[in-house]
């Protein structure tokens, strides 16, 4: 059996390596197929402040201790030289491990589409299917996104869908958050 300890470190995770890890798509090839026309991916990264993460936090209604990191990774996406979207890498904690993810959102802050680039997950796999995946578009800061609310969770899979529905509200509202920065996400 193996320790599934996460380790906090300067407000990133450091995720135990695990056998299991089943890599679906590289972070390339998930950009080009979230962004078929792009010709550029900005890749961005940034830490929050504990202002920042106070604010998320009440208004996404999660906690970032030990669950999400403060370190933010985005990549500002342009087809000649016009900026058509964002796209989030983030990782959340399923049950049996990291679910690291790619979540696409229109320059609105609306999301376009959540792809999964690698997890540990066993019982959590159906959480990497089009038809899982496909409640969380056309979705933004007005929605709850919230399990058993506007999202469906996966039977078996509770843990899992919780994570990544959670991860999705918390980079809608750090979009929302952060796009007042126009350095950020040029």
Request: proline share 3%; aromatic share 10%; hydrophobic share 40%.
């Amino acid at each position: 059996m193996f320790n599934l300890a996460i380790i906090a470190i300067w407000g990133c995770f450091i995720f135990p390596p695990h056998s299991s890890a089943e890599e679906l798509i590289t972070v390339d090839k998930a950009l080009k197929q979230l962004f078929p026309k792009a010709d550029s991916f900005n890749k961005k990264v940034f830490s929050l402040s504990a202002q920042q993460i106070h604010q998320i936090e009440e208004t996404a209604k999660l906690t970032f201790n030990g669950t999400h990191s403060e370190r933010i990774t985005v990549y500002v996406t342009k087809e000649k030289d016009k900026i058509v979207g964002y796209a989030f890498e983030d990782t959340v904690i399923g049950k049996w491990g990291p679910i690291h993810y790619l979540l696409a959102l229109n320059p609105e802050g609306t999301i376009l589409q959540i792809i999964i680039l690698d997890y540990q997950e066993i019982r959590g796999k159906p959480i990497a299917k089009k038809r899982f995946l496909r409640q969380y578009q056309n979705k933004g800061i007005d929605d709850e996104l919230q399990l058993r609310k506007d999202i469906d969770g996966i039977s078996g899979a509770t843990i899992s869908s919780r994570s990544l529905t959670d991860g999705a509200r918390k980079i809608v509202r750090v979009y929302h958050l952060m796009r007042s920065d126009s350095t950020l996400f040029q």
